[in-house]
Each structure stands twice: as structure tokens, then as C-alpha cells.
């Protein structure tokens, strides 16, 4: 089993910026690709960004690019989000996500976070 945990979500004004971390635990070994979602009110979830363990392929939702970087640490086992020119419209719950397997923009990850909330206010 794999166990991952965001942390680094909260309240900031639009045009600031957030960290967000999703630390992995259990057998991480399997993991292959590892993601961020988001899920606004009364919307579905959605796919934010997503990266491979091994050799870093990286792809980003249009929504986002240019304002929010994924990267990973492989010592720390850990994967960020880094989100900059936040506004109203990115506050959401973002979830961490991984899969044994090469997954994209998919919804259908193994495995997720409880959620980190943020908010961006106007």
C-alpha cells in the first residue's frame, strides 16, 4: 500500500503564491507516475499537473502553465506544486496522486491524498 500526504494548502490574496508538498510512504518503489488534481464547489475533479519518477516527463493543464511548476525530490520522496499568479478561480481542494503506471490527464489513479484546501481570495 502507498500513503500520500499533502500539506502547504491555506488562504492567500490573488497574484500570491503557494507551495504545495505530497509526501509518499509505503511502496513507493512501484510508483511510476505521481499527479496533482484539483476540485473546485460543485465541480468534478480535474487534472492539474502530473510527472514520472524516474527520468522527469512533465505535463501541465493549459489552465495552469506558466503559473504552476510540479517537481519532485527523490531522496524525500516527496512531490511539489509550486503555484504562482494564484487567482480566484484555482481555489479548489488539490489532491496528490500516483500510479504504478504511465498516466496523463486521467482521473483513474491508484492511489490519493486526502486534500489540502486552497483558497484564493480577490
Known amino acids: 500500500q502507498v500513503q500520500l500526504v499533502e500539506s502547504g494548502g491555506g488562504l492567500v490574496q490573488a497574484g500570491g503564491s503557494l507551495r504545495l508538498s505530497c509526501a509518499a510512504s509505503?511502496?513507493?518503489?512501484?510508483?511510476?507516475?505521481r499527479a496533482w488534481f484539483r476540485q473546485a464547489p460543485g465541480k468534478e475533479r480535474e487534472f492539474v499537473a502530473r510527472?514520472?519518477?524516474?527520468?522527469?516527463?512533465?505535463y501541465t493543464a493549459d489552465a495552469v502553465k506558466g503559473r504552476f511548476t510540479i517537481s519532485r525530490d527523490i531522496p524525500k520522496n516527496t512531490v511539489y506544486l509550486q503555484m504562482n499568479s494564484l487567482k480566484p478561480e484555482d481555489t479548489a481542494v488539490y489532491y496528490c496522486?500516483?500510479?504504478?503506471?504511465?498516466?496523463?490527464?486521467?482521473?483513474?489513479?491508484?492511489?490519493w491524498g486526502q486534500g489540502t484546501q486552497v483558497t484564493v481570495s480577490s
Open positions: 496522486a500516483a500510479d504504478p503506471s504511465s498516466k496523463w490527464d486521467s482521473i483513474d489513479y491508484r492511489y
Open positions: 509505503g511502496r513507493t518503489s512501484d510508483l511510476y507516475t
Open positions: 510527472i514520472t519518477w524516474s527520468s522527469p516527463n512533465i
